[in-house]
Every structure is written in C-alpha cells, then in structure tokens.
C-alpha cells in the first residue's frame, strides 16, 4: 500500500476541495481583517506533534482562526499598497497545477508547460513592441525580475567597457525608481547616478542634463526607466529614454512591474509605446494582469545574453544544455536567477487563453476609469484635495488639516468596519491618502463611502 503519508483520504480531499470550491464562489470577496488574531503566540501552540493531528480539526482551526485573521488582498474593498485580483480561472489552474508535479525548471523535464509560459511571455512581448525572438521566464516578483534583468545588462554594460573598471559602472535612475532596484543595484556593487527629475517623471532632457554635469558620464552603462511608479502611478518618457539608450548603446530596462499592465489600456497605452526600446522589462501578472501570487514576467529583447549570464553550471545539470547558441532547450532556470520553479506562469496563460484578450483589456481600463472619476469626486469635495491628477489607476488625494495620525487611525477604522483597506502613504515628505485600484468590481459607491468617512 505504500508510505501512509502519500496515500490520498477522501474525507481530507473532500474537505480541502469544499473549502476551494466555497472560497471562489464568494463575489465579492469580503475583505477580512489582518489584526483579529488573539495571543498569536499561542494560538498555534503544540500542534507540531509525533503522530499528527486530525486534518479537519486542523482544517477547521485554519478556516476560523486563521484565515480571517489575513486582510484578503483579491478583495474589492482592497486599495492599498498594489492589490492582486486573481480571475476564478488564474486561482483553479493555480490549484490544478499544484496538483500536477510540474517543475517548470527545464525544457527537458517540463516542455509541455514551458511552450505555455513562453506563449505568454511572447504575447506579453509582442503586445510591448519587441521584435519576434524576444523572451525570458516568470519569476517569484518584480524585485528578482529586477535584479535579473540588471545583472545581464551590468555583464553586456561591462563587455563594452572593457578599459572602465567594473566597480566604476553605474545605471542611470530617477530618484522615484522602486525600492526594489536600489537593493538590486546593491547586490550587484552597482552605484546609481541618481538624477534629478522635474515632477517625479524621468524623461530624456533630465538624463542628458544629469549626463553633462556628470564628471565620468562614460561610466554610465545603463538607463531603469519605471513604467507607473508604484506610490502615483508615473509613467517616466519611455520613449524618449529608449531612444537615447538605443543610441549610445546602453541597456534599457523598463520596471513596469504595476503599470505596464497599461499596454491593455484603449485610453493609456500610448504611455507605453516606449516599451519597444527595452532590452529587457518586468510586468507582474500578479499585480494588475489577474493572476494569482506570485508571478512577475521577466522579458528580454534578446535571450541570448542573458542566458549567457544566468544559465547555472553544474555536472548533474549538463544535460539540461546540450544545445549550441542558435538552438538551444528553452529552460526557465537560464534566464534569471533561480533554478527549480513552479510553472508559476500557467495560471496567467489559461486566464488568458480562456478569458481572451478583450477581458484584460476592459477590466484594465476600468481601474484607470475608475481613478479618474474618484478624481473628480475629491476635486468636487470641499474637504479633499487631489494632491496630482490621477496616474494610471492610482489616485493621491489629501484630508484638508489631517495630521499624518488622523490618517492612520482613519485607515485602521476603515479596516476594522470592513469597508476597505486604504493606507496612507508619503508625497514628498507629506502624509496623504492613496487608492490603487485594480479590481475591475471596486465600484463608485465604495469610494463615495470611503471618501464620507473622511468628513469628520
Ligand atoms: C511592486 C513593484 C516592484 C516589486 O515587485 P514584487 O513583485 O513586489 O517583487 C518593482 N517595481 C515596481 C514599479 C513595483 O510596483
């Protein structure tokens, strides 16, 4: 019968598959509340036992304890930080792929999940402006995306300064980049030349200023443009900047890992035309593409190079490259910094393929819709003031005479009643109020409310 571990029980099955199938016929998904846990230390105390406990005993404790003790990020309600809207389709393929023993790691073991992911990530390329032959992998975030993308153009950077000394290379970035590519900057030793930016948005007339004042502009090895800043939805001159780096033979990387999910948008996708000039650029599906956690696309212009930089060498892994550099297996592992992997791209591929292109289109569009009207809504108030138009589908906006206090604790109530999750964040070194929307079911109703409750 084999090891009692790996046998299936059908009570627990059925009790897991209830719970799933439960969970994703609620519409819309309450927003559930991160703090209701008492005594956490506790809560979990002696449950790691020699024989086990009860699944459904556990499972119970999970459902009632736990569980709604986690703000659930794919709610409506949910406008903080950058939600994930996950569509039903992305969260069943998720679960079926959980099932499905799939390392996503190599062409060899994997290739009927790989040429899904790839289909994808082509898409997702072709959609950008790239030429045909552009593409990479899915990776856990923007963040390792990032460092992916950065560590490639610092090898080809360094190839073509041959006479520079490495630690003297720089890329050029807008003092509103994401945290993320200051700690990838810092893992590779790479200083930033920081430039300085007229209203938070880096266009090319800010790099060619910076560039002239710069005592050694020859060490710049490369441009990180942000395709929407993550705090006010900004989206830098990508065309502009692409342009310039095509030029003068700098690496081009595009962070749009939250707006250049715009590309899909009828009213906004002009912003990213640019986006063809990249040598490499990340968008998260989890973040405004409806997939499921975790999931950021990492794409290259040409793969070649960075499979030359990422591909890891090792005896047990020979195998995997017995190519040549013109026809080579298409593994996952040799385009970022990772080896073993989920197929953490399905579930964005069959949302996709199911859903079809016009969904992500409009539910898209309805984000940055709904950020301009929430706009006019506060410039229509006599108590709110819109901080800057809205950018993309993030709206910053301020509670006349609030002190940074009055907007945390007015954040934690909204919380607590359940009717959304809103947290304050810092403009330019002012505490004011921020929506990211993104769940196309956010409705005008639910920010008339939250904007009510900011009345006293
Ligand atoms: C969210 C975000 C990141 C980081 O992505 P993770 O998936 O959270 O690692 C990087 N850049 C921008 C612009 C982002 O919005």
């Not at 993308?149 to 807008?174: K, Q, Y």
């Not at 030793?189 to 300085?196: A, F, K, R, T, V």
């Not at 095509?246 to 948008?265: K, Q």
């Amino acid at each position: 019968m084999g090891h009692p571990m790996f046998q299936y029980d059908p009570t627990v099955g059925d009790a897991i598959f209830n719970y799933c199938r439960e969970r994703l016929m609620i519409n819309p998904v309450p927003l559930d509340y991160g703090g209701t846990l008492d005594n956490p230390e506790h809560a979990l105390e002696g449950m790691i036992t020699s024989d086990g406990l009860d699944s459904e005993t556990v499972l119970d404790f999970f459902r009632d304890v736990l569980a709604p003790s986690v703000v659930s990020i794919d709610s409506p309600g949910f406008l903080a930080f950058i939600p994930n809207a996950p569509t039903k389709n992305a969260l069943l393929f998720d679960m079926l792929i959980a099932c499905s023993g799939l390392n996503g790691t190599s062409w060899l073991e994997s290739m009927g999940a790989v040429v899904a992911e790839n289909q994808a990530l082509e898409f997702l390329a072709a959609r950008a402006g790239l030429p045909d032959g552009a593409g990479g992998c899915f990776v856990s975030g923007g963040s390792i995306g990032n460092l992916s993308a950065l560590t490639v153009g610092r090898d080809v950077g360094r190839s073509r300064r041959p006479n520079t000394a490495p630690h003297e290379l720089r890329f050029a970035i807008s003092a509103d980049a994401h945290s993320s590519i200051g700690s990838a900057l810092h893992v590779l030793g790479i200083e930033p030349l920081l430039i300085e930016t007229d209203d938070h948005r880096l266009t090319v007339a800010n790099l060619k200023d910076a560039l002239a004042q710069d005592p050694h502009p020859e060490t710049v090895i490369g441009i990180v443009a942000t395709a929407g800043t993550t705090n006010a939805g900004i989206v830098d001159d990508l065309e502009g900047l692409g342009s310039y780096a095509r030029e003068n033979d700098l690496w081009f990387h595009v962070d749009g890992a939250y707006g250049a999910a715009a590309m899909f948008s009828q009213s906004h996708g002009e912003l990213m035309r640019g986006l063809r000039h990249a040598d490499s650029f990340i968008v998260d599906p989890h973040k405004w593409l409806f997939a499921p956690l975790d999931c950021a696309a990492l794409v290259y212009r040409n793969p070649r190079l960075a499979r030359a930089v990422h591909t890891q060498q090792a005896g047990y892994l020979d195998v995997l490259h017995e190519g040549d550099d013109e026809h080579f297996d298409w593994n996952p592992s040799d385009f970022a910094i990772h080896l073993s992997r989920r197929a953490r791209g399905l579930p964005f591929w069959f949302s996709l393929v199911t859903q079809g292109v016009s969904n992500y289109e409009s539910a898209v569009q309805a984000a940055i819709d709904l950020a301009q009207r929430s706009a006019t809504m506060i410039e229509q108030s006599d108590f709110l003031e819109l901080v800057r138009p809205a950018g993309l589908s993030v709206v910053l906006f301020r509670r006349k005479g609030w002190s940074p206090a009055q907007y945390n604790e007015w954040s934690h109530q909204l919380l607590r009643d359940q009717v959304a999750f809103v947290t304050p964040t810092k403009w330019e070194g002012e505490t004011v109020a921020r929506f990211a929307f993104l769940h196309p079911d956010t409705t005008d109703e639910m920010v008339r409310a939250i904007l009510n409750s900011m009345a006293n």
